[in-house]
């Protein structure tokens, strides 16, 4: 079996449009949230993790008609594609997967009122509710135009873009693949419906929104952002001379079969993901999906310490950058390439660990040397996902 490795990455995040930004606010445990007006009738707001930049164009194009998750998710991909020297490959050997959650709901939105009105309605309308012009557009974007899929599996979408397109190397469909994940979420459909489902945190403070392992407080962090991965196998990364920053062990990701708005709340179906990503491996730390949801963040402390009691440290970027939807699992990833690049496991910020008083939880920057991570996904759609990176 083929060896598959990272030799690119693009990172948008709040307060991170490059590298060299992301690291300075993993390294340093600095919070880019920020507070959002909501709704035009009340003065107050809620915390967000919002990105200032609107992308309309990217290295010279127009990307005004395209949704903003997209236009996220090409400079991105741009980013990766340079880093990796992609146009090394032929066009048709490169494939594109992407991941998405909230998709364009932002434009669904903007347009909804003039969906009767055949004069108003935008000519760009039709692309605008297809989710597929994510990945179609990247491809576009970069100049590929080998296999293009997108994935919609709720937050774990971009840690399922990485295992198929692992999947794709392996078999050698390709010789390059562009994976990962965008979301840009934060309109009132979004808020209003996480609001009801009470997961969204009602904190108008940033220090107590969103705050990953904690009894005391409730809700996550809504957030925007875009990762993007170039895997290739290790092999031809090697042949070509190009850089490698990381090698996916192993993926594994399933769905509960549960009903709607419905979870398992024993935590044995990401127990059970979990302990077959790692196998015999023990890593530096785990890369966790804690976000301030209680169930969630309970099911994060379940799974560590039946596998591996109190021996090995687990963090969680959520309370720097929020919770990005189907983008979040690749943006973990590259916050795990620079900790293993540069040696040292970010904190978990805000939170104090009430409840969590037995969880050996990484509350501030830990110089060390860091040979492999996990990182953990938890869908809203019922899938359960875990990613086993490695030094080369």
């Not at 990172?11 to 930004?21: F, M, Q, T, V």
């Not at 200032?52 to 991105?76: C, M």
Request: hydrophobic share 35%; proline share 3%; glycine share 10%.
């Amino acid at each position: 079996m083929s060896e598959i490795v990272i030799t690119g990455y693009g990172i948008k995040a709040p307060g991170a449009l490059d590298e060299s930004s992301f690291l300075n606010v993993l390294n340093k445990g600095i919070c880019t949230q920020s507070v959002l007006k909501h709704d035009e009738h009340s003065d107050s707001g809620i915390v967000v993790g919002l990105i200032d930049e609107d992308f309309l164009e990217i290295k010279g194009t127009n990307y005004r008609r395209h949704p903003r998750s997209v236009r996220i998710a090409i400079s991105a991909a741009m980013d990766a594609a340079e880093m990796s020297n992609l146009d090394y490959y032929k066009p048709h050997r490169i494939a594109v997967v992407m991941g998405t959650s909230a998709g364009a709901i932002l434009e669904i939105e903007k347009y909804a009122a003039d969906a009767n009105d055949l004069k108003k309605f935008p000519i760009h309308g039709v692309s605008i509710v297809d989710t597929h012009t994510l990945s179609s557009s990247i491809a576009e974007a970069i100049g590929t135009c080998g296999t293009a899929l997108t994935v919609t599996t709720g937050c774990a979408a971009s840690i399922d873009a990485v295992m198929i397109g692992k999947q794709l190397l392996e078999s050698r469909s390709v010789d390059a693949c562009i994976v990962g994940g965008a979301d840009a979420p934060l309109g009132q459909w979004t808020i209003n419906g996480f609001k009801k489902t009470r997961a969204l945190s009602k904190e108008s403070t940033i220090e107590k929104a969103g705050v990953p392992f904690s009894t005391e407080h409730q809700g996550f962090v809504l957030s925007e952002g875009a990762g993007v991965i170039v895997l290739e196998r290790k092999q031809s990364a090697e042949e070509r001379q190009q850089k490698i920053y990381g090698k996916i062990e192993s993926v594994v990701s399933r769905n509960e079969g549960r009903r709607l708005l419905s979870a398992d709340t024993t935590g044995r179906h990401m127990l059970e993901v979990f302990q077959e990503t790692l196998g015999n491996t023990r890593p530096t730390y785990v890369n966790s999906q804690a976000l301030g949801i209680e169930l969630n963040d309970q099911i994060e402390r379940f799974i560590l310490k039946e596998t591996f009691g109190s021996e090995v440290p687990i963090t969680s970027i959520k309370g720097m950058i929020g919770h990005s939807f189907g983008a979040i699992g690749a943006m973990q990833i590259i916050s795990s390439v620079l900790s293993m690049e540069k040696g040292f496991i970010p904190p978990t910020i805000k939170t104090t660990g009430e409840g969590f008083e037995d969880v050996p939880i990484v509350y501030e920057t830990r110089h060390q040397s860091v040979e492999s991570v996990c990182i953990t996904n938890h869908g809203g759609s019922g899938n359960n996902a875990c990613l086993l990176l490695t030094r080369e």
